[in-house]
């Protein structure tokens, strides 16, 4: 059973501070995905990953992909009370292109 | 352009009865997928169907669930004789091609009751 294990499971952090998130397991995947989701909505695809080393940045979020692309960290510098979310993790494998492995996610809140 | 539209967003059912969730894709999609997610838990895949045809079930529960993707109208994922256990939210994704971006609906959170 392959697994993405996301940490940490919740993280409660002041305005201003940087975070980072992880996203490993003992699989290769093809492609690695982060989302967000808000509490009642469906996941909003960030951004996705698909080289390993590979590291891509959307304002003030980056994302890398392991070396081994085992891996992902998301990095948020200067949180702000608008980064509040469900943070997951999806990968597909070698053998789906399309079928989506979920993480558990990371429950972030930035307090004003 | 509207996006991936589900719909009831909510739907409440007694143990025993039948839950239907419709999911209309992007305009121009023809792949759907679904997936089920319990508190606390990841999304699991269930089912990925292109229009008229189920490409792979090997997520979905063999006995009372069944999907389809009709040539008009929209996808549905039906539960039969629902028990407290299908209690979850249903997400429904589209994409253009197999391989290419995914877009999620709001999904539809279903309590068995």
């Known amino acids: 059973t392959q697994l993405l294990e996301q940490s940490p499971q919740f993280l409660s952090i002041q305005e201003g501070e940087n975070l980072t998130v992880y996203c490993n397991s003992s699989?290769?995947?093809?492609?690695l995905q982060w989302y967000r989701q808000e509490p009642g909505e469906g996941p909003v695809l960030l951004v996705t990953v698909v080289t390993g080393g590979e590291v891509k940045k959307l304002k003030r979020l980056t994302f890398q992909f392991g070396d081994a692309r085992k891996d992902s960290s998301l990095h948020i510098t200067a949180a702000q009370p608008g980064d509040t979310g469900l943070y997951l993790c999806a990968a597909t494998t070698p053998d789906s292109n399309y079928q989506l492995i979920w993480g558990a996610g990371t429950k972030l809140i930035i307090k004003p | 352009n509207a996006g991936v539209m589900q719909n009831p967003r909510h739907l409440v059912r007694r143990r025993g009865q039948e839950a239907r969730l419709r999911c209309s894709p992007v305009k121009g999609h023809s792949h759907v997928y679904w997936y089920r997610q319990l508190p606390e838990e990841g999304l699991k895949f269930m089912v990925y169907l292109q229009k008229e045809n189920i490409i792979d079930e090997s997520g979905m529960p063999k006995e009372r669930f069944s999907a389809e993707f009709p040539k008009e109208g929209p996808s549905i994922l039906r539960i039969q004789q629902v028990v407290r256990g299908d209690s979850a939210a249903y997400f429904c994704?589209?994409?253009?091609?197999?391989?290419?971006?995914?877009?999620f609906g709001q999904g539809t959170r279903l309590t068995v009751v």
């Open positions: 699989s290769v995947f093809s492609s």
């Open positions: 994704a589209s994409s253009q091609n197999r391989n290419t971006e995914a877009f």
